[in-house]
Structure formats: structure tokens, C-alpha cells
């Protein structure tokens, strides 16, 4: 399924609301619902329930993160849940890396690459609603994240 397909299946009562237009979010939401089957997998084998686990936790996490600081009133406390969200996406990359033997490189590395445009996302977002810059090592982030929402990869059964 690719993203737009995504897109065409998310009920209009969230489409509706004004987080929807909140790019972060949109990709959040799509990673939470990839995170779905690839967890389905993850939890099939007795080695790799924990990195289900807290996947599922860490990928959920993020699109939740992002609605809940959307609804605070002042950017400082906004920036303060976004942050959350940029751990938990960075968490999910984390996990899916170590799931990778399992999951497969294609799955993990796809992945791995759309928490890397949320976390992207995020960091452009959280400085605009804190007032100030975030001080961290500049990192070299996929421009064009577009190669990641059409036909992502599934776990092979």
C-alpha cells in the first residue's frame, strides 16, 4: 500500500482535524501503521517478542506524541511533546535495526529511513514552537522522503 492508498483509508474524523495538516504527523501515523505487521512478525518468533514489544510501544508513541503537543496551548509545552515524539521515532529506528535480521534489511532499512524524515520533521518543527534552537551535531537527513510512501516493504510472512 503506498502512502496516498494510506491517506484514501484514514477515517475523515482524523483527516478533520487540524493536526492532519502537520506533515510529522501524517508520516507518523503511516510508520505506526507499517509498525503494525512488522511487529505481527516480530512477535511469531520467542527471540525477538522483546524488540515486538517495545516497537510497537516506540512507533505507537510517536504520532500520539505529536497530537498531544499539537493540542497544547503555548509553543514551549507544544515543543516539549514533539520532543517526546523525536525520542520515540528515534527509538522505533533504534528497533528496528536490531530487528533487522529478522525483519529483513529491505523492511528495517525502509523503516529506518521514514523515522529518519519524522525525526527530520521534528527537528525543523520543535525550534519554531521553543523559540530556540536545538543544540545537536548536524546530521545529513534524505531531502526527499517521497521514495519512502510509495509501495513500502512488508515482511515476508
Known sequence: MTFNQWMESVPQVIKGDPVWKVQAYRLALFAGDLAWSDVTKLVGDKRTISVADQLNRSAGAISGDIAEGYSRRSGKDQARFYEYGLGSSREARDWYYKGRHFLGHCVANHRM???????????????????????????????DPLHLLDNPPVPDP
Do not use: D
Open 113 to 143: 529511513e521514514l523515522h529518519t524524515h519524522v525525526i527530520k520533521s521534528l527537528l525543523t518543527i520543535i525550534p519554531n514552537e521553543r523559540g530556540s534552537k536545538i543544540q545537536e551535531e548536524p546530521a545529513e537527513y534524505i531531502a
